[in-house]
């Protein structure tokens, strides 16, 4: 088969490095876009690095000439720099789509999250979601890839942790199957040459709350001080954020909230285990 010319969008976020990584482990002629060239810091084999403003259509003009696949993780958990999910999470990535239509490429690779199509009432995913729509009806060959939560999303059990004490909402039995970056990474390279249009996709580890919680206070060597908070303290949290912030500051507590209350099961894949990954974080210097 001839090498195909894949460009990745969003390269200098978690799950993009950990994209750029393997497609260079896996040789593909990779075009990666950038905002700032020195601060992206990539050196790889067959790896071309461009800046370019993906919010900024004009800047994107003949940069996807000759790409065969797209793959974007372009998105934004927490809004900065004046920007709104609608202008990253959805325009920044119809302009990479429009681009690519004007390029003739063959296939775009989109990374969503799961149960985005089903939480459009999310601030975050209506965004993703408004996108999802025009490209399953842009005439391109998809996959939209639907990982759970990501290891590093799990910041938050380790940080209340290391305070002693973990608290959850209702009775701490949800489950959830967190993935790493690196075996995400290997989902995401591998639709290249799938034909699946979507991927729902989880770690190896289904675990509820409880467990996530009393494996986050093992790794500081912690007691196990969980607390269970009723669930009205959850839901009018986000009352409180909705009526009184702007989704710059509401979204990502919004979503975080929100996949508290319910199972997030995807299928299981990888190598990598949480309780690693949390052990790693406890033992690196201050």
Known sequence: MEQQNILLAG?????????????????????????????????????????????QPDTLNGVLNNIDVVISTVGITRQKDGLTYMDVDYQANINLLNEAKKAGVKKFIYISAINGDKLRHLKIFQAKEAFVDALTTSGLDYCIIRPNGFFSDMGDFLEMAKRGTVYLFGDGNYKLNPIHGTDLAKVCVN?????????????????????????????????????????????????IMRTFTSSKTYGPIEFFLTAMASDN????????HLKDFFEQKTKQPA
């Open 11 to 55: 390269a200098t976020g978690y799950l993009g490095r950990h994209i750029a990584a393997q497609l260079a482990n896996e040789s593909y002629n990779t075009t990666l876009i950038v905002r700032n060239k020195q601060k992206a810091n990539f050196n790889y084999n067959n790896c071309n690095v461009i800046e370019a403003e993906v919010t």
């Open 191 to 239: 639709a290249i040459n799938n034909h699946k249009q979507e991927i729902i996709v989880g770690g190896p580890d289904v675990l509820s709350h409880n467990q996530l919680a009393t494996m986050a206070l093992d790794a500081w060597g912690k007691k196990h001080r969980i607390m269970h908070l009723p669930d009205w303290i959850r839901k009018f949290t986000i009352w």
């Open 265 to 272: 099961i995807a299928p299981t894949y990888g190598e990598h």
